[in-house]
Structure formats: C-alpha cells, structure tokens
C-alpha cells in the first residue's frame, strides 16, 4: 500500500495526453468503466485537457475540461472531476482543481460542469463554490428550449459525435 499525503501546497498541472495516465487511474477508481469518456475526449476526440492535482509528488485529483463554441456563447465544460477518497472532504482539492480551470478558461462565457443526479461529492463541490446550479435537462429545456439544450447535450455528450 502506497502512503499519500493530503496535506501540503497542491500544484495543478494542466496537459493533455502526456497527463492522462496519472489521472486516469483516479478517473476510473471514482467513475468505475464510465472514466472512459473522458479518457476518449482526450485521446481521440483531441478537445479535452486534463488538469492534475498534486501534492508532495503524488497525484491526488483529476479533472478533464474543454472548450466549445455553441453558437456564439464560448463554453468551458467540467467534464470529468474527481478527488482520490483519501484526500476528500473539506481539504480544497477540488476547489483548487475548478479554480484552476476557470483561470485557464478566462476567455469563456459560460462554465458548465457535467455530473450524474446523485453524484453528492460533485454537488457538495459546485455548491461551495456558489455560482454554479444544478439543473436536470428536463429542467434546462423549459427554461431554455429544447433547441438549446440539444446543442447543449452535444456539446457536453457527444464531443465524440461533432
């Protein structure tokens, strides 16, 4: 058993391909086979980024984003974000990770985070952060339309697709 330190300054690098085999590991441990979407839109859709959380040498937490232009609005979406169990809860790992991406992202009109309904962690996360709200599609196509929620699924779901 490898010993990991949740504790002290945490880096983010930001990559893309050359990154995706630390955060992988992570990415699947939390999503289970479902990792593998964010692991295509790095590897073979070349649209997504990867952004590590590191401490002391040891890679502690891992997000895949992209940008997209959906008309003219310029999206920047969370894809994939998870925090290894150990250094979860209270520690700032994903807040360090988001933060990261909006600085990156500072040309986009939007920031999207894609989660699963019941996803507690992620929800905990975007709801510290305050700015970010939880909405299920149904919900989005009656206060935007269902024209815009389609361009919004393809973007944030079929990256493989366009």
């Known amino acids: 058993?490898?010993?990991v330190s949740c504790y002290g300054p945490i880096t983010v690098l930001i990559g893309s391909r050359e990154l995706m085999s630390h955060a992988e590991p992570i990415?699947?441990?939390?999503?289970?086979?479902a990792y593998r979407?964010?692991?295509?839109?790095?590897?073979?859709?070349?649209?997504g980024s990867v952004?590590?959380?590191v401490i002391n040498g040891s890679s502690v937490g891992a997000a895949v984003y992209y940008s997209i232009n959906v008309g003219a609005v310029k999206l920047c979406?969370?894809?994939?974000?998870?925090?290894?169990?150990?250094?979860?809860?209270?520690?700032?790992?994903?807040?360090?990770?988001?933060s990261t991406i909006e600085e990156v992202c500072t040309d986009s009109d939007v920031y999207i985070a894609t989660t699963w309904f019941g996803n507690?962690?992620?929800?905990?996360?975007?709801?510290s952060?305050?700015?970010?709200?939880?909405?299920?599609?149904?919900?989005?196509?009656?206060?935007?339309?269902?024209?815009?929620?389609?361009?919004l699924l393809k973007a944030t779901c079929a990256m493989m697709m366009t």
């Not at 979407?37 to 649209?47: E, H, I, T």
């Not at 979406?77 to 988001?98: D, T």
């Open 37 to 47: 979407y964010a692991k295509a839109v790095v590897d073979y859709g070349g649209v």
């Open 51 to 53: 952004a590590l959380a």
């Open 77 to 98: 979406v969370i894809y994939y974000i998870a925090v290894i169990e150990e250094c979860r809860g209270g520690l700032g790992i994903g807040k360090v990770l988001v």
């Open 27 to 33: 990415l699947r441990n939390f999503f289970g086979s």
């Open 129 to 151: 952060l305050g700015g970010y709200v939880g909405y299920a599609w149904d919900e989005l196509r009656r206060l935007i339309g269902r024209r815009a929620v389609d361009r």
């Open 1 to 3: 058993m490898v010993f």
């Open 120 to 127: 507690e962690p992620a929800d905990r996360l975007y709801r």
